[in-house]
């Protein structure tokens, strides 16, 4: 069983930012993908981002691109999510996830149900 701990998130401005971290040990090898997901209640989880062990290569969802900015420290086997420019539509609750991928795509952000290994989510909220 995948652990997958999460860290970070709290109360913010907009325009500020936040910093999330998801630490589990599979993220070391190098055909994981660690992703972030996000949902407020009575709406579907939409992924925002998620950084490949193997290259380090980012992915990131439209309504985050040039916001937000995935990072790793394998050696740590640690992923983390820089949130910038926060604004109010960015509060949710966030939940890190990970998925064994040889062919890894922003795609994957689109289908949550895939992703078998799930955080116990961090609340991030935004005021205006």
């Known amino acids: 069983q995948v652990r997958l701990v999460e860290s970070g998130g709290g109360s913010v401005q907009a325009g500020g930012s936040l910093t999330l971290s998801c630490a589990h040990p599979?993220?070391?090898?190098?055909?994981?993908?660690t992703g972030w997901f996000r949902q407020v209640p009575g709406k579907e989880r939409e992924g925002v981002a998620a950084?490949?062990?193997?290259?380090?290569?980012?992915f990131y969802s439209d309504s985050v691109q040039g916001r937000f900015i995935v990072s790793q420290d394998k050696s740590k086997g640690t992923a983390t999510l820089h949130m910038n420019s926060l604004q109010p539509g960015d509060t949710a609750m966030y939940y890190c996830?990970?998925?064994?991928?040889?062919?890894?795509?922003?795609?994957?952000?689109?289908?949550?149900?895939?992703?078998?290994?799930w955080g116990q989510g961090t609340q991030v909220t935004v005021s205006s």
């Open positions: 996830a990970a998925i064994v991928s040889s062919r890894p795509s922003t795609d994957l952000l689109t289908k949550p149900t895939l992703w078998p290994y």
């Open positions: 599979d993220h070391t090898y190098s055909s994981i993908l």
């Open positions: 950084i490949y062990a193997g290259t380090g290569m980012g």
